[in-house]
């Protein structure tokens, strides 16, 4: 995900970063996304629209290349981590994977009437140095447990905790309780909380 592969079982995650993010910082920074759905339906409790989900930004990846760093879906909104790669950037992602998803959400259930899946908008932070790239990783990892839907980090199937923990990012026992790095967080920007 992060597009480094060896002996990373010897680095830590900040020394995995360090190296990292100088060559992803300029010009394409690496960027923090929270798209919630509208009304925040949860329609991400059914598998099907999870699986929805990874494919279409597999899709989006081939127009507008982009490398997850992380992830995790929600029922009514996910967060990513992503480092556009090409010419394109987080705007033109996102344009393009919400609309493409609605299609194909609709083909799935057979609707044809127009329908507003999305929360208008999303919310975005440009990652600007290997703390703040942390925490939000961290952010990124926690969340499930931040939203009460399991008492640990591992316990959620639908981010890239596993990933990174076998990577040896996080020990054992890591988000059990509130990180330290998110000591600070504003979660209701964060988690893109209007009053719309
Ligand atoms: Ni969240």
């Not at 493409?100 to 329908?115: A, D, V």
């Amino acid at each position: 995900m992060c597009g480094y592969k060896p002996h990373l079982h010897q680095l830590t995650l900040n020394s995995f970063c360090r190296m990292n993010i100088r060559r992803y910082y300029i010009p394409n920074s690496i960027v923090f996304v929270t798209q919630v759905v509208d009304r925040r339906a949860p329609i991400f409790r059914d598998q099907t629209y999870i699986d929805l989900l990874r494919t279409i930004l597999a899709n989006v990846k081939s127009l507008h290349p982009f490398r997850t760093v992380g992830y995790v879906f929600l029922p009514d909104h996910f967060h990513l981590l992503i480092h556009p790669t090409g010419e394109s950037n987080f705007s033109a992602i996102m344009h393009s994977l919400k609309p493409n998803f609605t299609k194909e959400y609709k083909k799935l259930l057979g609707l044809s009437r127009p329908m507003r899946l999305w929360q208008k908008g999303f919310w975005d932070h440009l990652i600007r140095d290997e703390v703040d790239f942390q925490r939000h990783l961290d952010y990124i990892h926690y969340n499930p447990a931040h939203h009460g839907m399991v008492e640990k980090p591992e316990e959620w199937p639908h981010s890239s905790y596993q990933y990174w923990q076998r990577r040896g990012a996080y020990s054992p026992g890591w988000g059990w309780s509130l990180p330290h790095l998110l000591d600070q967080v504003d979660w209701q920007q964060s988690e893109a909380d209007s009053t719309e």
